[in-house]
């Protein structure tokens, strides 16, 4: 199982990134993913930390296919292709409608934003040449997304799911494609305040539709993101504990691994 890091770099200075990418280099991470957020365009800071390192992946996780079109996204990671060889990973996703419409997008129908955009992806022609495309993942919570990500990518990301909807998930995209599982952890000096920090992360998106329908799907109620997440979906979905507690890290083939205290991600 390969291990890597989802990495909101929006609150770190600029000139302290490349030494965070060179720490997880050290410590042994195999990869590092950035968010897009409404922050720091995740191409240009992917080429920054490419750039700075050595051997560590560096990708998307995830760049908004709202905010450019298949030609740009396209030529933006071919030329990181081109300039660091396979080192660098195209994740890709919908967002959400409320991160959109703030964007001024109109919000299509996912099934058909992604089959237009997967189609413009193979079709667009660039004027240098490289072979192939980057390892391509698509963010996917519910099986019509998986089935697109089995359709069109190299795999899936699976984000706030519980294992048994993970290994479903496993399945569902067949033994040819990649699971990446970013599995939040909260780790503190104290299980309830490992609790509290994840329920503060959590909290972000429990008033988003998508994780809602994903997470009633995975047999939860109301009950448990109406008012906040409940202690049964936090215990769920995070890894929470001490580090004596030896907190584990869980799921299919990579886990992505998120720390900080301004968790984010689209």
């Known amino acids: 199982m390969k291990t890597g890091l989802l990495f909101n770099s929006d609150p770190i200075p600029g000139n302290q990134l490349a030494d965070c990418a060179r720490r997880a280099e050290t410590l042994g991470f195999d990869s590092l993913w950035l968010p897009e957020l409404f922050g720091r365009e995740p191409f240009v800071t992917a080429g920054a930390l ?128 990649e699971l990446l599982v970013m599995q939040p952890c909260a780790v503190s000096d104290s299980r309830e305040q490992a609790l509290h920090l994840a329920r503060r992360a959590v909290s972000i998106y429990t008033e988003l539709a998508n994780y809602r329908r994903a997470w009633r799907a995975q047999g939860f109620a109301e009950s448990d993101y109406v008012n906040g997440p409940s202690d049964r979906l936090l215990q769920s979905l995070v890894a929470l504990g001490t580090l004596a507690d030896g907190v584990p890290l869980t799921g299919d083939n990579r886990v992505l691994v998120r720390t900080g205290s301004s968790p984010h991600i689209p």
Not at 81 to 102: A, P, Q, W
């Open 50 to 177: 490419l750039a700075a390192t050595r051997n560590i992946q560096i990708g998307t996780a995830i760049a908004n296919v709202y905010v450019r079109d298949a030609m740009a996204t396209k030529a933006a990671a071919q030329t990181l292709r081109d300039l660091y060889g396979d080192r660098f990973n195209l994740g890709l996703g919908l967002s959400n409608t409320v991160g959109n419409t703030l964007r001024g997008h109109e919000w299509l129908p996912p099934q058909q934003k992604l089959d237009q955009f997967f189609s413009a992806l193979a079709q667009a022609r660039l004027s240098f040449k490289i072979d192939g495309m980057p390892p391509t993942y698509l963010a996917a919570h519910g099986p019509k997304l998986l089935e697109l990500a089995a359709k069109h990518a190299d795999g899936a990301f699976m984000y706030l799911a519980t294992s048994a909807f993970i290994s479903e998930a496993k399945a569902l995209l067949g033994p040819d494609k």
